[in-house]
């Protein structure tokens, strides 16, 4: 089943009198449980199509849909409801905020963005730190743990919602090759345990390798959409 | 709302030095403005219990015109013994009246028998008057207290007693003007000598109501004023505007009124004094907005800059713009709560200690007046309030800059 669906989307960028086009009129479907990868130079326009995904920025013309929603006119406040029940998000700096503790972190969305009920949310975030391997870590705060598992406690963070679609911005970026690889299998055990499908933004091979469908951005442009060595349907 | 004060203390204590910094001045801001509000309050009230306790009354009824031409003090605008009845029969009905007292002002010429100068002079029913003045007897320097003053008796003012060197018991004679022109005197013993202070009738003697009469050859029961004492102070204006009411109502064959009535406030130029001390209150009150406005603006902005990518990840994950709003603004509403309860804290102990410590000052000729400072709690909860509100404020342009910051911009911020 179709969860991203993007017909002839284009934006455009206003620069003073000069209009720039960071996304020329891109067409592509992607199905749940899948595992994603953008790719293509720098200002090809891979994190704008993420962010136009991500519900963060409008595209300028043509229609794009994500879970069954048309998202291409959406104002400030709905698209905020519409992100916090649809959509998680994994930043290649970890993004987590210092002033909570790992299951603060992780509970965050549950308690500022949605309304769980106390007993099911600490329920729902241990299940989640248990399944990211950072369980004995949940009184620490991010200053307090290395990259790699700030990046586990930020997909713990995307996942917590049961968002259908999780948004990855280089998250491999910050991390050695070792946890790289961790962090991807990890990603993937989560979209084989939960259904969530991943798209990532990335110019690292190994995420590279490792996902399914690869779609390949050239200014602006998708240029190519192929079956990585992860999956085995174009 | 828990989990939103919980984040914005934990936010605010990520920046321990800043916060305690911005949490003391707005501390010095209300421990100033409460210690200027107890020790000038204190002052005022003293002050002005001084002057109606022991000199004006709360409230004085005149015939109309005598108070413009008071420096003379004029037998013929006396209120006649028909008219003091009308007004004793309305004070009488008065449940906010706790006592009046019917007085004769009058000028005379004070001899010791080989010097002579000029005295004004209160004349009273001793009762009545201790009851409607009774710290009066507590302005006796020298002399018997009790029972204010006896037939044949007067009490002079400080500085006529060292002028003229007159002492407690000596004989002197007072001359008056009469009514009709004629000059009476009269020989009077010294009971005592009266402290002046600051003020219409400050430095007047006092002598018996009945040897004034004698004295001016009056034969009614007629009196330049009625000093007037209410059961509570703050219903001053009430009583006042009931009275004038009722007395406005009292007119004379050609239609006007009879009768004028005056407060403490329009009789004593103290009072100017104390509006003076409410200005520099109000004054200080809002230097204390422009401290707390400035400083928790200052540092709401210093975090909402600092964070700008942590606002653009909790807008990125769905905190929706009214949430990341009521977290700065807790921010700045905590800030606020933190220096008041810390201020109002050291306000109320440097209260304690001054009382303990029993300060004096001067005021004028009156010398080391024992300062006790106090502060009501509706003063507290006003300035508390005050200091919460302007926080709020002073958070919300930082807070609405967060909750309207673009996500994209924000995260890509470094």
């Known amino acids: 089943m179709t969860l991203v669906e993007s017909r002839n989307i284009t934006k455009v960028y206003q620069a003073g009198e000069v209009s720039v086009k960071a996304i020329k009129e891109v067409s592509f479907t992607i199905d749940e449980a899948s595992f994603v990868a953008f790719v293509g130079p720098s200002g090809s326009g891979k994190s704008t199509l993420?962010?136009?995904?991500?519900?963060?920025?409008?595209p300028t013309s043509g229609t794009l849909r994500v879970a069954e929603q048309d998202i291409s006119d959406m104002g400030r406040s709905r698209a905020a409801d519409f992100r916090g029940k649809n959509i998680g998000f994994?930043?290649?700096?970890?993004?987590?905020?210092?002033?909570?503790?790992?299951?603060e972190n992780v509970e965050y969305p549950l308690i500022m963005v949605q309304d769980w009920a106390s007993d099911k949310r600490r329920k729902r975030v241990s299940e989640l730190l248990e399944a990211v391997g950072v369980?004995?870590?949940?009184?620490?705060y991010p200053r307090q743990i290395s990259g790699g598992q700030k990046q586990r406690v930020a997909i713990?963070?995307?996942?917590?919602?049961?968002?259908?679609?999780?948004?990855?911005?280089?998250?491999?970026?910050?991390?050695?090759?070792?946890?790289?690889e961790r962090i991807i299998d990890l990603m993937k055990k989560m979209r084989?345990?939960?259904?969530?499908?991943?798209?990532?933004?990335?110019?690292?091979?190994?995420?590279?390798?490792?996902?399914?469908?690869?779609?390949?951005?050239?200014?602006?442009?998708?240029i190519r959409q192929h079956t990585g060595e992860g999956g085995n349907h174009a | 709302m828990r989990n939103i004060v919980k984040i914005a203390a934990r936010n605010l204590w990520r920046y321990k030095r800043r916060t305690l910094l911005t949490s003391l001045l707005i501390t010095l801001g209300v421990v100033s403005v409460l210690l200027f509000v107890s020790v000038s309050g204190s002052f005022r009230n003293m002050m002005v219990g001084q002057i109606t306790d022991s000199m004006i009354g709360?409230?004085?009824?005149?015939?109309?015109?005598?108070?413009?031409?008071?420096?003379?003090?004029?037998?013929?605008?006396?209120?006649?013994?028909?008219?003091?009845?009308?007004i004793r029969k309305l004070l009488a009905d008065n449940s906010d009246i706790k006592a009046f007292s019917s007085r004769i002002r009058l000028g005379a010429m004070f001899s010791n028998f080989s010097e002579t100068t000029n005295i004004r002079l209160a004349a009273v029913n001793p009762e009545m008057e201790m009851k409607t003045v009774p710290l009066l007897a507590a302005r006796i320097l020298k002399g018997k207290k009790d029972g204010l003053i006896g037939r044949g008796e007067v009490l002079i003012p400080e500085l006529i007693a060292k002028g003229m060197k007159v002492k407690i018991g000596d004989s002197i004679v007072l001359v008056a003007n009469n009514k009709d022109g004629s000059v009476n005197g009269q020989t009077f013993t010294v009971r005592g000598v009266l402290e002046g202070i600051s003020g219409p009738g400050g430095r007047d003697g006092v002598m018996h109501i009945q040897d004034a009469r004698e004295l001016l050859r009056i034969d009614s029961k007629e009196v330049s004023e009625v000093a007037i004492r209410l059961k509570d102070m703050d219903r001053l204006q009430m009583v006042y505007d009931g009275l004038k009411q009722k007395l406005g109502s009292i007119k004379n064959k050609k239609g006007k009124p009879i009768f004028e009535i005056h407060t403490w406030e329009k009789l004593s130029p103290f009072y100017n004094i104390a509006r003076m001390i409410d200005l520099l209150t109000l004054f200080i009150k809002v230097m204390l907005v422009a401290i707390v406005l400035?400083?928790?603006m200052n540092v709401m902005i210093m975090?909402?800059?600092?964070?700008?990518?942590?606002?653009?990840?909790?807008?990125?994950i769905g905190t929706k713009p009214g949430k990341i709003m009521a977290l700065f603004v807790t921010e700045g509403l905590l800030l606020g709560i933190l220096g008041t309860v810390f201020g109002v804290a050291l306000s109320l102990g440097g209260i304690a200690w001054m009382n303990a410590s029993g300060l004096s000052f001067n005021f004028g000729r009156q010398k080391g007046l024992l300062l006790a400072p106090t502060i009501g709690a509706t003063e507290i909860i006003i300035v508390a309030g005050i200091v919460v509100a302007i926080a709020v404020l002073g958070s919300l342009q930082p807070a609405i800059k967060a909750a309207r910051m673009d996500p994209i911009k924000a995260l890509r911020h470094i």
């Open chain 1, 50 to 58: 993420l962010n136009m995904i991500g519900c963060l920025d409008p």
């Open chain 1, 90 to 103: 994994v930043f290649q700096d970890f993004n987590l905020i210092p002033v909570l503790s790992v299951f």
């Open chain 1, 135 to 140: 369980a004995d870590q949940t009184d620490k």
């Open chain 1, 156 to 180: 713990a963070r995307a996942l917590v919602t049961n968002a259908p679609l999780v948004l990855a911005d280089e998250p491999t970026a910050n991390l050695d090759r070792k946890t790289a």
């Open chain 1, 192 to 222: 084989d345990e939960f259904g969530t499908t991943f798209i990532f933004s990335t110019h690292d091979p190994r995420v590279v390798k490792n996902a399914e469908i690869i779609f390949t951005l050239e200014d602006g442009r998708l």
């Open chain 2, 58 to 86: 709360h409230i004085q009824i005149h015939k109309k015109g005598y108070l413009s031409s008071m420096d003379s003090l004029p037998l013929d605008r006396n209120l006649s013994e028909k008219q003091v009845k009308k």
């Open chain 2, 294 to 296: 400035v400083s928790i």
């Open chain 2, 303 to 316: 975090a909402v800059y600092e964070r700008i990518n942590e606002i653009g990840t909790i807008a990125a």
